[in-house]
């Protein structure tokens, strides 16, 4: 059975940096991303990565600050988050891509199979 766990979540001040894994089992997928979800808001897309190859794409309210990775004898992924803003805080949500990526970037919900349980990133003032 394919299971997603996130790990690496916690509280900090602005300005200050997290990393998040993303420990995946089974199989790889063709694509994995971040998405982050605040109380009252929509989950939004953060970050995804082609397993092959690598490729890349972030949400421009991101960009700069925050890097997805994978690593392939592990089978993790992770984001590495840098100059954490408070509207950064969400919980964070790792998700992975069954189908093919066709060589194209994918960024909403639908277009992921499996989802982990979240990890909370908090960010103070």
């Known amino acids: 059975q394919v299971q997603l766990v996130e790990s690496g979540g916690g509280l900090v001040q602005a300005g200050g940096s997290l990393r998040l894994s993303c420990a995946a089992s089974?199989?790889?997928?063709?694509?994995y991303a971040w998405f982050r979800q605040a109380p009252g808001k929509e989950r939004e897309f953060v970050a995804s990565?082609?397993?092959?190859?690598?490729?890349?794409y972030y949400a421009d309210s991101v960009k700069g600050r925050f890097t997805i990775s994978r690593d392939n004898a592990k089978n993790t992924v992770y984001l590495q988050l840098n100059n954490l803003k408070p509207q950064d805080t969400a919980l964070y949500y790792c998700?992975?891509?069954?189908?093919?990526?066709?060589?194209?970037?994918?960024?909403?919900?639908?277009?992921?199979?499996?989802w982990g349980q979240g990890t909370q990133v908090t960010v103070s003032s």
């Open positions: 998700a992975a891509r069954s189908k093919g990526s066709y060589g194209r970037t994918w960024t909403t919900s639908h277009d992921y199979d499996d």
């Open positions: 089974g199989r790889t997928f063709s694509s």
């Open positions: 990565i082609r397993w092959n190859g690598g490729s890349t």
